[in-house]
């Protein structure tokens, strides 16, 4: 399975949540990248997933949570960010955001949109 070139004016935009959308932009069987596009007051719930994930902020700021700490991590252009595989987190959007973000391995449920 895989999807090796790609332009993101050829991928289709699925909504994922009420203010996001994503596009996958290219997977191969141990991986992905993706582009989410998120409008400011959005969130995503806590949540967590097989995938580790790298994400890098291209625009806009959002805040990111993780289960278990205290502090949250506010990330603006060209921040990057971390989390391991099955690590609860989140991320509420604090302005209009695209963010970069990598899974390995690649989250076979974004495939099917």
Same mark, same amino acid.
């Given at each position: 399975m895989q999807d090796k070139f790609t332009e993101l004016k050829d991928r289709k935009s699925v909504g994922v949540l009420p203010?996001?959308?994503k596009r996958v932009m290219s997977y191969g069987d141990d991986s992905m990248i993706c582009r989410f596009d998120l409008q400011k007051g959005a969130k995503i719930p806590l949540h967590s997933? %097989? /995938?580790s994930q790298n994400g890098y902020v291209l625009s806009g700021k959002v805040r990111l949570l993780a289960e278990g %700490? %205290?502090? /949250? @991590?506010?990330a603006?252009?060209? @921040? &990057? *960010? *971390?989390? /391991?595989? #099955?690590e609860t #987190? &989140? +991320?509420?959007? +604090?302005e209009d955001a695209v963010l970069i973000e990598t899974f390995c391995? +690649?989250?076979p449920e974004y495939i099917a949109d």
């Open positions: 203010g996001i959308t997933h %097989e /995938a %700490e %205290e502090t /949250a @991590c506010i603006g252009p060209d @921040c &990057g *960010y *971390y989390f /391991a595989p #099955h #987190h &989140g +991320l509420i959007v +604090l391995p +690649l989250r």
